[in-house]
């Protein structure tokens, strides 16, 4: 026999064992922590002349080799966008779809769709979870009526049908019917569930919210063929802030056409942020995919965006080259219902003298004004706090500036308010509370919301006696602090940041590290809420806390406000710092205001 100490430590090496065996096998037995999600940003293949097979057909090509490209990556899932299938301005085709609860493969079935078939085999060949929109035919055997839905189809990795959604708040969309309410989910093989939705659904509590806060649905995939609206609704700002406000992760894909307004896709990742996102001004399309996480959430009850993220991957790739466009068309909101107060730059710069040094040759002369704020505003229940330092910058005008469309830096900005119900489009109306500080393209109100090119557009220019013509060229929010005090029940609270983006892309979310925002816990019926820019932003479109209050929806939409103000030296603090540097006048250097 062995030796005592030899018997023990034998004993000990084959436990030691025995447990990195155990746990080796658990964990083998374990999917991973994260998953490989593609969603695609699709410029469909339109052409009204042909018949509706014809497009179905060529755009089931390109879905095809998406499909493709997502195995190449080792995706587990992609999502394709509302009304990618057929394109918006074809005729409609529409199709059967199987019952989920049928279990139907249509790749080893013989089923009349000729779409659903491709991409079940697809989705077996490829090893992926596919979703798909497409219009759908239904015969209701109980009522004896043909009715036709809106439609996101989802199959696994073997191509079978394993949920099928009907798309419940409509968007007009007169060929549909409205079906009855469902809450629609699945099931995948790496662990995660997901809940449906389509486009106009996300603007309402259900089903989407229902999924989160009523069936713990984490994860969600997302069709949308999006009508991106100003200051507070584009595309990518909607993905970003609900998948932040209620910490999941969202897969939205987008259909792109800019001369519709349609534009913005994205992988989204809770409160940690956009993993991969896209809105552009020019028409084509985009794969984009990322590393997302199963379970990093945080249960905080103060949401803090400072947080990073250090685990995931993302990146973009084009598969179908872009076209030039005349930008992306975009609504304006209902702004002439908001409170609001003008931020003017401080008051008798044309009598003021500079000390600077002559080292900017290019671009001549510069006046920096710094305005800080400190205010109110008030619009029946609700009452926003605005804390903020501006400091605008202007140069000699020589008639050349800026014309991207999200470029703000020669304009106007407001602080608003709104506390009322507001239409979208006269499809349907929704409750609304806000507090924002809001671009504009004059020093109107009815020019907030509106894309910084447009033809209404006129930059903050002025006159000096020494210098002649003078333009605004940049705005620096040195601080902003917003805070807004909303009704909280039966309402969604989000935060609503956006600046200027670069390239062909629209407006850009900005990281995480740039801005805090907590929520204080329900007290009589009210949240208190906290947005506050943690570093200077420049390029500022939007910067709010924007509210969606439910138990309105379906209201009259609230009349036009009356009222108008601005924020002057009369009633709020402001300090201005200016500076000018002199190129041609340099005997003027040594004057000091």
Known sequence: HLPRDKFTMSLCYASV?????????????????????????????????????????????????????ASVVKADIIVFPEVGLIGKGNQVYFSEVPNASDAIIPCAHNISSIALVQLSCAARTYNIYVVVNLPEIYYNTTSGETQHFNTDVVFDRNGTIIARYRKYNLFGEKSYNVPPLDHVYFDTDFGVRFGVFICFDIAFKSPPVTLVRDYNIRHFVFSLSWISELPFLTAVQSQWFWSFSQDVVLLASGYNDPTVGASGSGIYQGHLGALSYTMTDTRGSKFLYASVSKNNFSSNAYINSTQSFQGGKATTGSLVSSSSSPGLWILQDFVDRYK??????????????????????????????????????????????????????????????????????????????????????????????????????????????????????????????????????????????????????????????????????????????????????????????????????????????????????????????????????????????????????????????
């Open 340 to 593: 609001t107060e003008l931020l003017l730059p401080p008051p008798g710069l044309s009598d003021m003298s500079y000390n600077g040094q002559n080292s900017d040759q290019q671009n001549g002369t510069k006046i920096d004004t710094t305005l800080t704020v400190f205010t109110t505003i008030c619009q029946r229940s609700i009452c926003c706090d605005f804390n903020l330092s501006m400091t605008t910058t202007y140069r000699q005008d020589y008639g050349n500036h800026s014309n991207r469309g999200d470029d703000f830096n020669s304009y106007y900005y407001r602080l608003a308010a709104f506390d009322g119900v507001r239409t979208y489009s006269g499809f349907a109306t929704g409750g609304v509370q806000l507090c924002s500080v809001i671009s504009c393209v004059d020093d109107t109100l009815e020019s907030c919301g509106l894309r910084a090119d447009d033809k209404k557009a006129s930059p903050n220019r002025f006159y000096h006696d020494l210098y002649g013509n003078m333009i605004q060229t940049k705005t620096v929010f040195n601080r902003i602090q917003v805070d807004a005090r909303f009704q909280d029940s039966n309402a969604l609270i989000v935060p609503d940041v956006f600046v200027t983006g670069s390239g062909d892309s629209f407006g850009s979310l900005v990281d995480n590290g740039v801005f805090r925002y907590q929520t204080l816990p329900p007290y009589n019926g009210s949240a208190y809420c906290e947005l506050r820019a943690l570093t200077e932003i420049n390029n500022l479109i939007t910067f709010g806390v924007y509210s969606r209050q439910f138990d309105r929806d379906g209201q009259p939409q609230t009349p036009v406000n009356t009222s108008r103000s601005s924020i002057t030296k009369h009633n709020y603090l402001f300090l201005f710092i200016a500076i000018a540097f002199l190129l041609t006048r340099p005997h003027l250097s040594h004057i000091l205001c």
């Open 17 to 69: 064992l025995f447990t990195l065996t155990f746990i080796s096998t658990i964990q083998a037995d374990l999917p991973g922590d994260y998953y490989t999600a593609a969603v695609v940003e699709y410029a469909a293949d339109t052409n009204a002349t042909v018949d509706p097979a014809t497009n179905i057909n060529n755009n089931l090509k390109n879905y095809l080799s998406f499909i493709k490209e």
